[in-house]
């Protein structure tokens, strides 16, 4: 079992900037893919950015390319989302995933893929 906690979330205007993340405790010896999805009210769930597990390959959503990134640290097992140049379509609960992988150049962008996630963190962006 993997036990992840989001942090960074909350208000901020138009063109601001945050830094979300993921706290990994439990079975962390394993290797995992890691994702951050979000989920807006009235709406499903969508992929926002993955990284594999070695961080060497990355995926993102077309709405947040050039303006989030994605890293990971595995001695500190925590995973970051820098979000800049945030817009208020940007405001969503903000979740973190981890699936188990073998493989060390591979990203998920599924919520099916993923077997872990984390509770959530809102994220508001005023205009």
């Known amino acids: 079992q993997v036990q992840l906690i989001e942090s960074g979330g909350g208000l901020v205007q138009a063109g601001g900037s945050l830094r979300l993340s993921c706290a990994a405790s439990?079975?962390?010896?394993?290797?995992?893919?890691m994702g951050w999805f979000r989920q807006a009210p009235g709406k499903e769930r969508e992929f926002v950015a993955a990284?594999?597990?070695?961080?060497?390959?990355?995926s993102y959503t077309d709405s947040v390319k050039g303006r989030f990134t994605i890293s990971r640290d595995n001695a500190k097992k925590t995973v970051y989302l820098q979000m800049n140049s945030l817009k208020p379509e940007d405001t969503a609960v903000y979740y973190c995933?981890?699936?188990?992988?073998?493989?060390?150049?591979?990203?998920?962008?599924?919520?099916?893929?993923?077997?872990?996630w984390g509770q959530g963190t809102q994220v508001t962006v005023s205009s």
């Open positions: 995933a981890a699936r188990y992988t073998t493989s060390d150049s591979t990203y998920y962008t599924k919520t099916y893929n993923y077997d872990y």
């Open positions: 439990g079975r962390t010896s394993s290797t995992y893919g």
């Open positions: 990284i594999s597990w070695s961080g060497g390959v990355s």
